[in-house]
């Protein structure tokens, strides 16, 4: 079983920064791709960011420029920079984790609030 703890929300007040990171523990597949999506109240779940084992980074067009993810494969983290924070930003922050070897393995962290808001 793959487990996933994300760290690193909170509140945070606009213009502000936040550094996300999320552990994954567990047997993990060494070619996989670490994501980072969030949830709005009232919306549904979006991809911000991912980024595969090799580097090669994915982001929300809306999002580029100011959240950079990266990862540490040594450790199975990914991280999450988020600057220049909007209260359209705030949402529950999920951390994922997929690869496929003869099928696909997804799996999800709980999720960690971020509030902007003065």
């Known amino acids: 079983q793959v487990q996933l703890v994300e760290s690193g929300g909170g509140l945070v007040q606009p213009g502000g920064s936040l550094r996300l990171s999320c552990a994954a523990s567990?047997?993990?597949?060494?070619?996989?791709?670490m994501g980072w999506y969030r949830q709005a109240p009232g919306k549904q779940r979006e991809l911000v960011a991912s980024?595969?084992?090799?580097?090669?980074?994915n982001y929300a067009d809306s999002l580029k420029g100011r959240f950079t993810i990266s990862r540490d494969n040594a450790n199975n983290t990914v991280y999450l920079q988020m600057s220049s924070l909007k209260p359209e930003d705030t949402a529950v922050y999920y951390c994922?984790?997929?690869?496929?070897?003869?099928?696909?393995?997804?799996?999800w962290g709980l999720g960690t609030q971020v509030t902007v808001s003065s």
């Open positions: 980024i595969t084992n090799g580097g090669t980074t």
């Open positions: 567990g047997i993990i597949f060494r070619l996989n791709v």
């Open positions: 994922n984790i997929r690869w496929l070897f003869v099928r696909t393995y997804d799996y």
